[in-house]
C-alpha cells in the first residue's frame, strides 16, 4: 500500500462454501447469480461484472453441479438468442447468502468498531 486511500474503510463479510473441494457458492458466485438475474444473460453478466464467458459459465456450471437443483437454467439460442434465468433456488440462495453477510456484520460491529478505531484513516 503506497498511502492511505481516499476511500473510507470498510468491512465485508463473506462466506465460502466448499463441497467436495469445489466452491460451491461465494461472493463472485453470487455476484454473478445477482448480474443473471438482472441481465437475463450468463455472457452479459459476465461482461457486467468483467468476467470471460467462459469463466462465467464454468461458475454456473459447479453451482448447478454442487446444488440438488439447478440455480440458473439456460434457454437454448434461436431467432432472439439464447438466454439465462435464476430459478426459484437460485433466487433463494442468494437471499440467503446476501442474508448471512448482513447478519456477520451486525454480529461483529463491536469488535470492528475497535479495530476501526486503529487504522491509519487520515
Known amino acids: 500500500m503506497s498511502g492511505p486511500s481516499s476511500k473510507p474503510a470498510q468491512l465485508k463479510p463473506r462466506f465460502r462454501i466448499t463441497l467436495h473441494g469445489e466452491i460451491a457458492l461465494g461472493p463472485g458466485k453470487v455476484d454473478l447469480l445477482e448480474a443473471i438475474g438482472r441481465t437475463g444473460s450468463i455472457s452479459a453478466a459476465a461482461r457486467e461484472i468483467g468476467l470471460s464467458y467462459r469463466r462465467a459459465w464454468g461458475m454456473v456450471d459447479t453451482m448447478n453441479q454442487c446444488f440438488k437443483k439447478p440455480l440458473v437454467e439456460r434457454s437454448k439460442g ?8 435464476l ?3 437460485g433466487h433463494s440462495v442468494v437471499e440467503h447468502y446476501r442474508a448471512m453477510e448482513t447478519k456477520a456484520l451486525k454480529t461483529v460491529q463491536a469488535d470492528w ?6 487504522l491509519n484513516t487520515k
Do not use: P, Y
Not at 434461436?78 to 434465468?85: Q, R
Open 78 to 85: 434461436g431467432a432472439g438468442g439464447g438466454g439465462a434465468a
Open 87 to 89: 430459478t426459484e433456488l
Open 113 to 118: 468498531k475497535a479495530l476501526h478505531k486503529n
